[in-house]
């Protein structure tokens, strides 16, 4: 990915790792480049499932105690907040911690960018991401970078997860929506798909059928 293109890159976040797809992303759109990256639901993270979730769950000072909180204690009594937690209007002040894969995906990429500077705001602005692969790129030739796929950098045996598990544990809603929808878009690509050769067969019958003039074949037609 070191050429530079005037259009947009779109990635394909599928089975790709989350650390190292943000490094590259970030240095990508640092230098001008405009970077789209579509599934970000599918991209793996190294270690196990529970694991990745205890370490989102103490991110979100989500703690035992509050969890099982009414288990232990009285109806009437109101739990106490965690004491991480901004008292004054947390939803106004923050701090805000995404559970979508795609905002996942962006604090991890805003952490290797300067943001608060100018030039670091310019090039998130550069960035798009999306679940699913929305229909302005769904006929968009898509990459890979391979020195962030999973299967080549994480040694064989060991143990990953996906964004879109973690995502739907601590609390985002849309998994079903995505995969149905992810669903429905195979199915369409797979009939174009179907559509695309028959049709480049009949071309390849009707070329084959058609007599060669000498003349035009001397001139590579």
């Known amino acids: 990915m070191s050429n530079f293109s005037a259009q947009p890159i779109v990635i394909d976040g599928k089975g790709h790792l989350l650390g190292r797809l943000a490094s590259i992303i970030s240095k990508q759109i640092l ?7 579509v599934r970000c639901e599918e991209i793996n993270v190294s270690g196990s499932f529970f694991r990745n979730k205890l370490k989102y769950h103490n991110y979100l000072h989500i703690t ?10 009285n109806a009437n009594t109101t739990p106490q907040p965690h004491p991480e937690r901004h008292i004054v ?9 995404f559970r979508a894969p795609s905002r996942i995906l962006f ?36 990459m ?12 064989p045996g060991r143990k990953f997860c996906t964004l879109k598990r973690i995502s739907a544990e601590v609390g985002w809603n ?42 035009l074949t001397q001139f590579g037609y």
């Open 31 to 37: 230098s001008g480049q405009k970077v789209t990256v």
């Open 64 to 73: 035992p105690y509050q969890q099982n909180v009414n288990k232990f204690t």
């Open 89 to 97: 209007n947390p939803k106004k002040s923050g701090p805000f911690h």
């Open 107 to 142: 604090k991890a990429v805003r952490g290797m960018v300067p943001h608060k500077t100018s030039r670091g705001a310019a090039a998130l602005k550069r960035l798009e991401l999306y679940e699913g692969v929305p229909p302005a790129q769904d006929k968009v030739k898509k």
């Open 144 to 155: 890979v970078v391979p020195s962030a796929l999973r299967v080549l950098r994480l040694k």
């Open 174 to 215: 849309y998994k079903d929506v995505v995969d149905r929808l992810e669903e429905k878009r195979k199915v369409k690509g797979q009939a174009y798909f179907e559509r695309k050769q028959a049709a480049l067969k009949l071309r390849a019958k009707a070329d084959a059928s058609v007599a060669k003039d000498e003349k």
